[in-house]
């Protein structure tokens, strides 16, 4: 019988799923509560107010525990992960309804943010606060994504793929450049590997895989626009 350790997280563990159920759960429950309050006439906007707060709060926590003293280290603690923006642009898109907010909220959680749900670069279980911290914080990217798309009714299109495209190259390319002159890892574009079993372990040693890894993001991008186009109709003469 599977057990649940308290001290350590391990990828595809009892634990690992659990957690994975109960963001989406907690996602779709709070969907369906903000559909219902829309539905009754209520006004959405304590909802939001309680998510752009939620998404602030998360990352402000997630920061927190890292720049703390004791635990601080340069080549891991400053916000820098494409996590950490995410949470951060959750708020934004919610707050502003702004449209490349909710483009690149979008893309980024689909190709980028997706791999800290599926291969968490998480160590420690639930009795230690920053497994609450880690998970709460990208619960809060999910019920942003989710807001956007289900209540405000952002849909992408061509321009919005464009603009997201050159914003994730930009921020890519300087999370390279930093890495490259400090051997950080931020974005996992630096030399080291997680210690955790990662899709990055195939992709071929350092440099290169820096090539499949825009290449894999690339084409995650194109993917996620698929279910947006609309075959043109030709009008008849």
């Known amino acids: 019988m599977h057990r649940i350790d308290p001290e350590t997280f391990t990828q595809g563990s ?23 309050t829309a539905k009754n006439g209520s006004a959405l906007r304590p909802l939001r107010y309680f998510l752009v707060a939620g998404c602030l709060v998360a990352a402000a926590l997630g920061t927190g525990i890292g720049i703390a003293p004791v635990k601080f280290d340069w080549g891991d603690s400053l916000p820098l992960q494409y996590c950490n923006f995410a949470t951060l642009i959750g708020a934004w898109a919610v707050a502003t309804r702004h449209r490349t907010a909710q483009s ?13 749900y599926l291969t968490p670069s998480l160590y420690v279980g639930p009795a230690y ?16 994504l989710a807001w956007v798309l289900v209540i405000d009714r952002f849909r992408p299109g061509w ?18 450049t930093l890495n490259f002159f400090t051997g950080w890892n931020y974005g996992y574009l630096g030399p080291d590997l997680p210690s955790q079993p990662n899709l990055l372990g195939f992709l071929g040693p350092y440099p290169y895989r820096l090539l499949w ?25």
């Open 14 to 36: 009892l634990l690992h799923f659990l957690s994975l159920f109960v963001t989406v759960a907690l996602t779709a429950g709070f969907v369906l509560l903000a559909r219902k």
């Open 104 to 116: 690149v909220l979008y893309f980024w959680t689909f190709s980028l943010t997706i791999w800290a």
């Open 129 to 144: 606060t920053w497994f609450w911290i880690f998970w709460g914080y990208h619960l809060f990217i999910l019920l942003a």
């Open 159 to 176: 321009t919005d793929w464009r603009k997201s495209v050159i914003i994730t190259l930009v921020y890519t390319l300087l999370l390279t």
């Open 213 to 237: 890894m825009i290449l894999i993001g690339a084409g995650l991008f194109i993917l996620l626009m698929i279910p947006w186009v609309r075959p043109r109709v030709r009008r008849r003469n």
